[in-house]
């Protein structure tokens, strides 16, 4: 008993231990490339001429009409988005996850292609078909709806709700994947206990399983709408200034001389984190452990004819609306010239040859692909770091990793690039990472800082799912803490810490803020920093865009796809724990 009692005081000395040299690390980690360079911005905004601290510039903007409602404009765009996320997520994980249907397999693996394009990627194709002169209005034109010659903006119609809605489309692939993870460690037991206590239908998805998934579903939902709430790409697109990102990126242009961005960061900074605090004491304060086997069989049951047809249905009818932009730009690629038709003239090959003969994108894929995966390396390690602490131990301040991990989100692109440009420059303690000389160690931590989130939320949201006692189990029996979790817990947990690697390195392949301020070399440009340099040559410039964009996609599109082949029918959803 003696040596059971020595053991145990080990082990907890050495969890503690753990959590104490996360804690620190991470708080060094964020002093240095999050905080850091946030403060060489705001400073600009809360200094005065003589160097002097001053809230003058926060209270000239919150009496602004203009920048109170970017601000709520902000807010009301990230609620909407986030609905109309969940409207499409959630309803489809839950399908895929309990039902067989036509074409399962290949449906629930493509309805992840929306993360593989960038907003001004898909610009590209979305002005192709819906533009005054795209595809949509030639079409009505020939159907003879509207006569020859007539020209309509789509965009300038509903500009919110049009940005809202291609927002959902791009971004419900996090709830499915985060929706698809819980619900594959719910044990069915539970449910079917309450199916024979009466409990049926909708009523047993609200009463039971809702809650049985509410931390995967917070875990998603937090990242839709902080992401949708600082979505920069999307306003930009649809000319739509009145949102609190543009106001910041218009403002970055007079960087040198103009404190009001400067002032704007803090309050979209302040706004994000008391908006996840609310969210997470309403919904993501406590998660329901269940154990590692099921105790009853479970699995998705078959469907009749028509059910399964629907689902089937579903599926593709939002894939296909969800990859338009995908569709516009693949057909730019192959296209020798589209204009106030419904199809381009003429096809061909050529566009990719000269895209991947151009001295920008051989060494853009490579190094896409060397910063991707050296950042993602970062952030599952660290994110399973950080989540462990906050899930499992007992430390004090555990719970201030949940919020440092999530502050990246609240911070547009932007902002925290030109704060890695002014810490880096000469003279100051961080100019050795000077990305005029070599952007890559800087690219790879601006990628890992602001892709660390999605590894942090997917991991806590499997270790709230994942008892505590199987862990407790191993350390009675003598193992240590640390091989506990390595050898019992991260197996159990892997369908999240896949999903959340799944979309770190999706998002980091495809960085815009970060890869178009930082890489200032061509020598070291990224794929979105080449597109972008393509596109905008005179002439064929769009089309070589599109071919390069094509191929960025098809790379990542296997990616995804192989993994959900090679790990199961879909993400997630094939680990029972």
Known sequence: MAELCIESAHSSFMSQTFARS????????????????????????FMDADGHFTLSTLSALLSDPLYRTGLLNSFWLGLATTVFAFAIGLPLAFI???????????????????????????????????????????????????????????????????????????????????????????????????????????????????????????????????????ELGVPLIF????????????????IGGNSAPYALVTLLLLSTTALYAVGKGLFGRQGHSMMAKASSTGGARTLGVGPALLCTTLFGGITALAVLPHLGVVLTAFATDWYAAVLPSGFTLENFSLALGHPLTVD????SLKFAAASTVIDIALGIAIAYVIVRSKLAWGGLLDVLAMLPLAVP????????????????????????ANPTVLLIIAYSVRRLPYVVRSAVAGFQQTSETLEEAAQNLGCPPLRALRKITLPLIAANLIAGGLLAFAFAMLEVSDSLILAQKQAFYPIT??????????????????????????????CIVGLSLVLGKKLGAIFRV
């Open 96 to 230: 895929s996850d309990r039902f067989i249907f036509p074409g399962k397999t290949a449906l629930a693996s493509v309805v992840l292609i929306p993360m593989i394009l960038p907003p001004f990627v898909g610009a590209i194709g979305i002005k192709q078909i819906f533009g005054q002169y795209g595809a949509l209005n030639a079409l009505l034109i020939q159907l003879g709806v509207r006569p020859d010659g007539w020209t309509f903006d789509w965009f300038a119609v509903a500009p919110f709700w049009g940005i809202a809605a291609v927002n959902a489309l791009s971004l419900y692939p996090i709830i499915y994947l985060n929706c698809a993870a819980a619900l594959a460690n719910v044990d069915p037991a539970m449910e079917e206990a309450a199916q024979n206590l009466g409990c049926t239908g909708l009523r047993r998805f609200r009463r039971i399983t809702l809650p049985l998934i509410r931390p995967g579903l917070f875990a998603g939902g937090t990242i839709v709408f902080i992401a949708g709430f600082t």
């Open 364 to 367: 853009a894929i490579g190094n």
């Open 239 to 254: 000319d739509y200034p009145r949102v609190t990102s543009v106001q910041i990126f218009y403002g970055l242009k007079d």
């Open 413 to 436: 692109g932007l902002v925290i690039a030109f704060g890695y440009l002014a810490m880096s420059q000469e003279g100051r303690f961080f100019a050795f990472l000077n990305p005029v």
């Open 22 to 45: 996360v804690f620190v690390f991470t708080l060094l980690f964020f002093a240095a490339f999050f905080f850091w360079p946030v403060f060489q911005i705001l400073r600009g905004g």
């Open 529 to 558: 920093k080449a597109i972008l340099e393509l596109f905008q040559l005179l002439g064929d410039g769009q089309f070589l865009a599109s071919a390069l964009g094509v191929w960025a996609m098809t790379f990542l599109g296997i």
